[in-house]
């Protein structure tokens, strides 16, 4: 058909008419090719929109820049039964372009309808402003960006922002942390697991029981309040896992509002206050010496003279002024006696020993508020023997409870965790043999049922312990009202489940313990209320106490009601012990500081003989 | 359906029964789906740069019957009507083009456009088309009559244009004429090895703007090594395609509109992607791939060769435009800031694409067999 035109064409033209048509032919046919290539292109662009959108959506040739907006999905923190201790929120935060608010009065008025927390006057002025983005209030809840939305004031908009939430408070504080308002960990759970949490991987489980950790912090926060004290510190841990049942610090604060918590509240006494704990230190000063073999169960040493060192002196508060056996020593917390049994020991074993048990390393767990242990460098026989009785190196509170649970446990010390251990640690060292683990245990109970640590004793659930008081390291020394009063327990003890250990930070006595601020009297009851309260919830069966236990408990009611006074130095010789036992260890100065008020437990009544006397009427 | 009848001899009823009204349709159907893109996704762009929501929206709307008016009446005229307006319209973009670096404001660091009351325009946007058809036509004059050095007039011609282009800087038009221009050049009946040799002449100009064009350098480091720079937009163009899915997260829905500063002009196709999903993709691309292909088939069968120049090379401009856009968008090539046709918000581009898409219109109309000639 394209013949027909050039037939009707003027014959001058002919010849042309012939290129023309050549050249017509030829672009046709190249055409083609350009054809081919536009079908090849777009044919590229429908396969390549395939590939970005659903082929292999996500995998973006070009990478780099984070996309803006999108709130971080944090993962949850729960503890070892699942409850939520912390996790993320979608919410809505409203912002405000003034330039585009008609009228800021009744803008102003209409948002502090709906959002009563919000100050007129202030957003008035906001919205007034010649600023392009003002915020008017973050992390709204749905029903109240509803109600933002409703008003329908242009230049108002949402930004969709996440908020940690931590529902339980501060009753975790010191244990999860908080992130902050860009969503990084800050402290705590929150800080070590920041690069995980922020992957939003799986819940991280913790081993802290919310049940035990609440019976924690409201008997710690009981002790604080009814004994006026800066703070305290309490844990309960599984002496065969290491695992972590409870931490509580306080004074606390609420992760939810961390900002508005003084500094001092954000101090975790637990991990990152290290302390000269005082006689509950005597558990590793006789775990040693028994384990070394440098003493017996039936051995002892002669505790009648104080011991002079130089312008020191190591004296018993209540000085028996005679020779004194390994359960004497330890169950009347004999200062002069665990001196002696670790200079018996060895100022290198006996360091040694320690060493073992990780006091001259900072604790490991999975927070990053770790203190570092205080302790001599220059390791000398003084060093030992002050050390002996819990004075001269100064660990955390969660090392503590670390070795004691390797004391009763049969001799392995497992590494604490805060996460929950699905099956016990391998390779964990053994520090003591089974044996003297056992000794310990009965050790331990001998204070509940005989000594210092009398309050802390739960009938049927068999709790051992040691009781501990020193004097705080001020200015100038040594003070001698400013206290740390602690108790570590261990129940039940015959086959031990879990240590609890509560440390009172400056206890001042009251009314009901006759001034007494010393760990028998303000630590031991708590981690005997603790013991009642948890014991049912962890499964641990109670047991028959055996005769002479209930006797004494009952001798103990009777001493309650007539409210005897406990009287020091006991005469009776079968009475002596109990008085003793108070923990007040002292260092006195060759000037003769008075030493502070001892401590002890209730009166006399606690041998098993005399007891069984009165309380049979 | 049909609004003549066959033996209407008014201008409309000839139009109507000669005019190609499957190019016509797919046409409607880009500008119908570009009004709702831009309604879809430039209120977020005007919210975010503090105008009011549906200023573009308005805007566009305001330019639509213009656009609508300009591609039926231009595609009214006979073929020799069309050349001559395109050859006018070329003169005066030359000499707009040549005022823009005096009179021009300059809007993100290049001077291409002129304010005219209320509008402003981009001569470069109908220098382009109107070229195509100038070029056309000296390529067809100096074939039909050796008298007339018609490939000389064109390469001079072009060569004007190209320097004016490198003033503003403009360098993606400069590739754009170039490669249409090529194009024709080629179904002129090029030889071969001036299409290897020119080829290679714009293989060493991309060279030459990398090495002293700091943007286009930039550009395409970023490309070839995406850790080099900042791609924010196109790997959220990415996110937008990947959250698209099968069929899109529903109009109004999308995010990268919020996000990324040229949603509503350069990026509209990821806009598209994630409110409308794969199948709307696929459509769009079937569009501007029907109306391309379509054309050539059509000139298969013609018998001006003039005509099949200037459509080839307006149809080349049409499709090389859309290809550049979504290519870039996809991650196929390096950003290059150009509009989808029709889709794409801009006044002047939008009346720039409905005058050369008019003038294919016109130019493809059946002609009486006597009437065909110029």
């Not at chain 1, 949490?197 to 912090?217: F, T």
């Not at chain 1, 104080?306 to 009347?332: C, M, N, Q, W």
């Not at chain 2, 893109?37 to 005007?46: D, E, G, H, M």
């Not at chain 2, 150009?338 to 409905?354: D, E, V």
Request: hydrophobic share 50%; with cysteine.
């Amino acid at each position: 058909m394209t013949a027909v035109p050039s037939d009707v064409m003027q014959d001058a033209r002919v010849e042309l008419q012939g290129t023309t048509k050549g050249a017509l032919e030829a672009g046709k046919n190249r055409l083609l090719v350009v054809g081919a290539l536009f079908a090849l292109a777009f044919s590229a662009i429908a396969l390549r929109t395939a590939e970005v959108m659903v082929l292999k959506p996500g995998q973006p040739r070009a990478h780099g820049a984070q996309m803006a907006g999108a709130p971080p999905n944090r993962g949850e923190i729960r503890d070892r039964n699942g409850e939520l201790l912390a996790t993320s929120l979608a919410t809505a935060s409203v912002y405000a372009d003034p330039s585009l608010i008609r009228d800021p009065d009744a803008a102003a008025r209409k948002i502090a309808q709906v959002l009563p927390e919000l100050n007129e006057a202030e957003l008035r002025a906001k919205l007034a402003s010649d600023k392009r983005f003002v915020w008017i209030d973050r992390n709204l809840t749905p029903r109240q960006q509803y109600a933002v939305n409703r008003l329908g004031i242009p230049g108002l908009a949402f930004e969709r922002e996440a908020r940690r939430v931590y529902p339980q408070g501060s009753l975790v504080a010191h244990v999860v942390g908080f992130a902050g308002v860009d969503n990084r960990g800050l402290a705590g759970i929150e800080r070590f697991f920041d690069q995980s949490l922020i992957a939003g991987e799986a819940p991280i489980a913790l081993s802290l029981d919310i049940r035990v950790q609440h019976a924690m912090h409201e008997e710690l926060s009981a002790a604080v309040q009814s004994f006026n004290a800066i703070g305290a510190v309490g844990m309960v841990m599984d002496v065969r896992t290491g695992e972590l049942l409870a931490l509580v610090s306080l004074p606390d604060f609420d992760p939810n509002h961390p900002g508005s918590a003084p500094p001092e509240s954000r101090f975790n006494r637990a991990t990152l206050g290290t302390y000269e704990m005082g006689s509950t230190f005597k558990i590793f000063t006789v775990a040693g010496a028994l384990d070394a073999g440098t003493t017996t169960m039936k051995g002892g040493y002669d505790a009648t003279h104080p011991i002079k060192i130089g312008r020191f002196s190591i004296e018993d508060y209540h000085a028996k002024k005679r020779f004194l056996t390994t359960p004497e020593i330890f169950v009347h917390s004999s200062n002069i006696g665990a001196a002696k049994m670790a200079l018996d020991m060895g100022v290198s074993a006996h360091r040694a020993f320690l060493e073992s048990l990780g006091f001259t390393a900072p604790a490991r767990i999975e927070l990053p508020e770790i203190g570092a242990p205080l302790w001599p460098r220059a390791w000398r026989e003084v060093n030992t023997m002050t050390i002996a009785f819990g004075h001269g190196m100064a660990v955390s509170p969660l090392q503590i409870v670390t070795a004691t649970a390797a004391m009763v446990n049969g001799g392995v010390l497992n590494t604490p965790t805060l996460l929950r251990r699905e099956t016990l640690e391998e390779n964990a060292p053994r520090v003591i043999s089974p044996q003297t683990s056992a000794e310990m245990r009965k050790l331990m109970r001998m204070v509940v049922e005989q000594g210092t640590g009398k309050s802390a004793d739960v009938p049927g659930y068999r709790v051992g312990g040691k009781t501990g008081t020193a004097e705080k390291n001020g200015v100038g020394g040594y003070k001698k009202k400013a206290l740390l009063s602690s108790f570590i327990g261990v129940f039940p003890i015959d086959e031990p489940r879990y240590a609890i250990a509560v440390m009172i930070d400056e206890p001042k006595g009251n009314k009901e313990t006759y001034g007494y601020a010393t760990g028998g009297w303000v630590a031991a009851p708590v981690v005997g209320r603790i013991v009642r309260r948890v014991g049912p919830l962890l499964g641990v069966e109670p047991v028959e106490d055996p005769a002479p236990e209930q006797k004494q408990k009952k001798g103990m009611v009777v001493t309650a009601n007539t409210g005897a006074r406990p009287r020091m130095g006991a005469a009776a010789p079968t009475l002596a012990g109990m008085d003793a036992a108070a923990p007040p260890l002292r260092i006195t100065a060759p000037l003769g500081i008075a030493p502070p008020p001892g401590i002890s437990a209730p009166t006399g009544i606690s041998t098993p003989t005399g007891i069984s006397t009165l309380a049979a009427y | 359906m049909n609004p003549f009848a066959r033996n209407d001899t008014g201008a409309l009823g000839r139009w109507w029964w000669t005019v190609d009204r499957w190019t016509l349709a797919a046409l409607a159907a880009l500008l119908a789906i570009g009004t709702l893109l831009t309604l879809a996704a430039s209120p977020a762009v005007a919210a975010r740069i503090g105008l009011d929501s549906l200023y573009f929206v308005r805007r566009q709307i305001m330019y639509l019957p213009l656009a609508i008016t300009v591609l039926v009446g231009v595609s009214l005229l006979p073929a020799r009507e069309i050349r001559r307006v395109a050859a006018i319209t070329f003169l005066f973009g030359l000499i707009l083009m040549a005022l823009t670096p005096v009179f021009g404001h300059e809007i993100k660091g290049a001077k291409r456009w002129l304010a005219l009351g209320p509008f402003s325009i981009q001569p470069s946007e109908f220098v382009k088309p109107a070229f195509a058809v100038v070029a056309a036509w000296m390529f067809a004059a100096g074939s039909a009559q050796a008298a007339i050095p018609g490939r000389l007039i064109s390469t001079g011609l072009f060569l004007v244009v190209l320097a004016l282009l490198a003033r503003q800087p403009d360098f993606g038009m400069v590739v754009v004429v170039s490669a249409v221009w090529f194009t024709q050049f080629f179904l002129a009946g090029l030889s071969l090895v001036w299409v290897v040799a020119l080829g290679l002449c714009g293989a060493g100009g991309i060279v030459v703007a990398y090495l002293t064009m700091p943007h286009v350098a930039s550009r395409i480091d970023r490309f070839l090594d995406p850790a080099s720079g900042d791609t924010f937009q196109v790997s959220t163009a990415l996110e937008a395609f990947a959250s698209g899915r099968w069929f899109g997260r529903g109009p109004g829905e999308g995010s990268v509109k919020s996000i990324i500063p040229d949603a509503h002009a350069d990026f509209v196709f990821a806009v598209a992607a994630e409110e409308f999903g794969l199948f709307a993709c696929l459509a769009l691309v079937a569009l501007f791939g029907f109306v391309v292909l379509r054309g050539f088939w059509r000139l298969l069968r013609e018998t001006d060769l003039f005509v099949l120049l200037a459509t080839a090379g307006l149809l080349t401009q049409f499709g090389l435009q859309a290809f550049v856009n979504m290519a870039s968008t996809l991650s196929l090539m390096p950003t290059k800031g150009m509009t989808l046709p029709f889709i794409s918000y801009g006044g002047s581009s939008l009346l720039a694409l409905a005058f050369a898409m008019g003038m294919v219109l016109g130019l493809m109309r059946r002609r009486p067999l006597h009437a065909g000639r110029s």
